[in-house]
C-alpha cells in the first residue's frame, strides 16, 4: 500500500509542485504491454470501490490518450457488473455569461465494449471525445474516474491545468455534496508525498494504482 504522509517538514515548509513534463514523459516511456499490464493489476482493486457503489451505478470514465494508465480495464469493470459508463465532453455548454467557454464538463453514455470503436473527434486540445443527445451532468453520476498527472498522499490532485475537472466539481464540493465518488487512477509514479493545493483544487476521495486502493 501506500505509506502515510507523516514527515512534519511536509506540513510547515513551502511546497513547490513538479514540473508536469516530468510525470508525462514518465508515461509515454512505458510500453504498450507494460501500460496493459499495469492496467489489469490496477482493476484487480476495483472490487472495493464496489462496495462502495448502488446497483446499476454511472460511473464516469475518460480517454487514455496521452500515455494514461489504460481505462478500458474499467470499461470492462462497468460492462461485467452491469453498471453505466459514460464519457465527458468539453464545450457542450458555449460560452458563460462573461463570454468565456463554458468549463463544465458533461458526460455521454458508451454503448461499445472497447473504447477504440467508441466514434469520437478530437477537440481543440486534444482530447479524443464523443457527442450525444444524453448529456448527463457530474452530479448525476455515482463515481467520476479523474485523470491527473500527479497527486499526493492527502488527495490532493494535479491535473492538466485546463480546470475542467476542478471546474466541474466545484460547486458540489463546497457545499458537501457527496455525489459523485472522485477516484483517481494512475500509475504508482505520480504519487507524491505532497502538491500544492489553491482553493478552488478539489480533493480526491480515493486513489487506484496497480499498487492498491487508498481513500482519503
Known amino acids: 500500500m501506500y505509506p502515510e504522509p507523516n514527515n512534519p517538514a511536509l506540513k510547515d515548509s513551502k511546497i513547490s509542485n513538479p514540473p508536469r513534463r516530468q510525470f508525462t514523459r514518465q508515461r509515454r516511456q512505458l510500453s ?3 501500460r496493459r499490464h499495469l492496467g489489469q493489476a490496477a482493476s484487480l482493486h476495483l472490487a472495493k470501490l464496489q462496495q462502495r457503489l448502488p446497483t446499476n451505478a454511472r460511473i464516469g470514465l475518460y480517454y487514455d490518450g496521452f500515455g494514461e494508465l489504460p481505462t478500458q480495464p474499467l470499461l470492462d469493470w462497468c460492462k ?9 465532453v468539453v464545450g457542450s455548454l458555449g460560452r458563460d455569461s462573461q463570454g468565456q467557454n463554458d468549463k463544465r464538463l458533461r458526460f455521454v453514455p458508451i454503448y461499445r465494449s472497447k473504447l477504440l470503436n467508441v466514434p469520437t473527434r478530437i477537440h481543440r486540445l ?9 448529456l448527463l451532468w457530474a452530479r448525476e453520476l455515482d463515481v467520476i474516474i479523474c485523470p491527473l498527472v500527479a497527486v499526493d498522499l492527502s488527495g490532493n490532485r494535479m491535473g492538466m491545468g485546463g480546470g475542467f475537472y476542478d471546474t466541474t466539481l466545484g460547486k458540489g464540493h463546497q457545499s458537501g455534496v457527496k455525489k459523485p465518488l472522485k477516484i483517481g487512477w494512475c500509475y504508482d509514479f505520480q504519487v507524491v508525498d505532497a502538491l500544492q493545493r489553491q482553493p478552488w483544487d478539489v480533493p480526491l476521495d480515493g ?9 482519503f
Open 32 to 34: 504498450e504491454s507494460t
Open 80 to 88: 461485467r457488473l452491469g453498471y453505466f459508463p459514460y464519457l465527458p
Open 126 to 134: 486534444g482530447m479524443k471525445q464523443n457527442h450525444h443527445r444524453r
Open 207 to 215: 486513489l487506484i494504482t496497480p499498487n492498491g486502493l487508498r481513500w
